[in-house]
């Protein structure tokens, strides 16, 4: 298996919401707060995650390694 992507975030820019892992799509309800953001499952009840885990700086336990599936698009300001 090849190592995960760690991503990087523009703390000014919105948190992407659209995730997913081996086990399948997850969207992040919330921006996030303290270092956690509420994520759910098709489905399923919601929970948090460290932000360091979605983004795989760290190693999560249970969860992990994530893909972005959602990319900001451009917008008439980005020149």
Not at 37 to 66: D, K, S, T, Y
Request: with cysteine; proline share 14%; glycine share 6%.
């Amino acid at each position: 298996m090849d190592t995960p992507v760690k991503y990087v975030i523009d703390p000014l820019s919105p948190f992407p919401k659209r995730w997913k892992d081996q086990l399948g799509p997850l969207r992040v309800m919330c921006e996030p707060a303290e270092g956690y953001v509420m994520i759910r499952r098709p489905q399923a009840m919601p929970f948090c995650l460290p932000v360091a885990v979605l983004l795989n700086a760290e190693r999560g336990e249970f969860h992990g390694p994530f893909r972005l599936i959602e990319r900001r698009r451009p917008t008439s300001k980005d020149g």
